[in-house]
Nanobody, 123 residues
């Protein structure tokens, strides 16, 4: 009923920047808490940044001061601006959101994941 799609991954040199976007589609009423996570092979997925509906944010310690999460509720999107990228930021980045949507005349809540976008930072 709802889908999340990530955009903006790619290859960048160390010190460069990328902007990831997460877009929700469907009969969306609202996106509540939204998080960007990342995962590298052989390791657990980790939370990179999270933003609540009222705009409160929190970040993984290693990205504080470099990454900024923001949201546009009119467009149902959440962006992650990544600056001063490091090779250790290389991972598949996933968007996760609690989404309130309308289905068969009723309001429902669903936790959704996107399929991920690859970010590769070369040294």
């Amino acid at each position: 009923q709802v889908q999340l799609v990530e955009f903006g991954g790619g290859l960048v040199q160390a010190g460069g920047s990328l902007r990831l976007s997460c877009a929700a589609s469907g009969s969306i009423i609202s996106m509540n808490t939204v998080g960007w996570h990342r995962q590298v092979p052989g390791k657990e997925r980790e939370l990179v940044a999270r933003i609540t509906r009222d705009g409160s944010t929190n970040y993984l310690e290693s990205v504080k001061g470099r990454f900024i999460i923001s949201r546009d509720d009119a467009k149902n999107t959440v962006d992650l601006q990544m600056n001063t990228l490091k090779p250790e930021d290389t991972a598949v980045y996933y968007c996760n959101a609690d989404i309130v949507y309308r289905f068969q005349g009723r309001q429902r809540l669903q936790n959704s994941w996107g399929k991920g976008t690859q970010v590769t930072v070369s040294s």
